[in-house]
């Protein structure tokens, strides 16, 4: 069978043909092209055993589904039907659900820890002392709250030349120094009178926060709260052991194959860029 065509087009039907009419085309096709019609013709054979896969793409309402999203047949086989909802089942189990108190405590942990110092300090040579981008990216801050920790962190780095100093976060840190330090910066932050639990209080969250932080903080999350793994004590988390298959890449590669495609079916532009999500720690 010809790459160049659709599945729609080996059949000789059109995109929105009905099942009936497809029913009735492979039927036509299959007599031509049967093993027993065209005994030696191996030629004949592989058409007849690529026709049974066509048909079982479009004879199949899901996966017929995802091929019109996609026009991939690899896509069709992988990404809908019981294999898709076996890999589904598989990793939504790998996560528990994630609580408010799930979040209150990873919040906690990360503030003042090691690992948060690590990430301001990348965030802070990235942006080339720009500490409002810092504020953007660097996952549970709070200008308020943390500018005057940050700030001595910071200085702590370029003393001991772990970073450079820049013209821009000089100007920043005396602003800083001349306002009043917070009594009690890793204090818990209080709740806002009126505001909703649960799930209701994460999406308030993600509302309330640059949208480049939180992706960070939902990406840590899951590396923390991820049946494989465990952190113990700040910034370390325990070394790293295999999963069982299927892998996360392949079924990660497959989601992003998907998306691409529907993307360009619909005439989509896509651009990269840059996630400030961190790495997840998952035991492999």
Request: charged share 35%; aromatic share 8%; proline share 4%.
């Amino acid at each position: 069978m010809s790459q160049d065509k659709t599945l729609y087009e080996v059949l000789s039907v059109e995109k929105d043909a009905s099942q009936a009419n497809i029913k009735k085309a492979y039927y036509k096709l299959a007599m031509q092209l049967h093993p027993d019609k065209n005994q030696g013709d191996e030629e004949a054979k592989g058409k007849f055993q690529s026709l049974q896969r066509i048909y079982g793409v479009l004879s199949d309402p899901e996966k017929r589904k995802v091929y019109d999203q996609t026009g991939s047949l690899e896509d069709s086989d992988e990404l809908a039907g019981e294999q898709f909802d076996s890999l589904y089942k598989y990793y939504r189990g790998l996560y528990r659900k994630v609580t408010e108190e799930d979040l209150d405590s990873f919040i906690a942990d990360f503030r003042g820890s090691e690992e948060e110092a690590a990430d301001l300090l990348q965030m802070y040579a990235r942006f080339k002392g720009n500490m409002d981008e810092v504020f953007q990216w660097q996952i549970c801050s709070d200008s308020k709250m943390d500018s005057h920790r940050f700030k001595d962190c910071i200085q702590n780095a370029i003393s001991s030349e772990k970073v450079k100093r820049y013209k821009t976060f000089t100007a920043w840190a005396k602003e800083v120094e001349a306002r009043p330090a917070p009594k009690n910066p890793l204090a818990k932050r209080k709740k806002k009178a009126g505001q909703a639990d649960s799930e209701q209080a994460l999406v308030a969250a993600i509302r309330g926060k640059a949208p480049t932080q939180m992706n960070g903080l939902i990406a840590s999350l899951e590396a923390k709260y991820s049946k494989s793994s465990a952190r113990k004590g700040k910034g370390k988390s325990e070394p790293s052991v295999a999963a069982e298959e299927p892998s996360e890449e392949q079924f990660a590669a497959a989601r992003a194959r998907l998306e691409s495609d529907h993307a360009a079916a619909n005439g989509e532009a896509t651009t990269s860029q840059p996630s400030p999500n961190k790495k997840l720690k998952r035991k492999r």
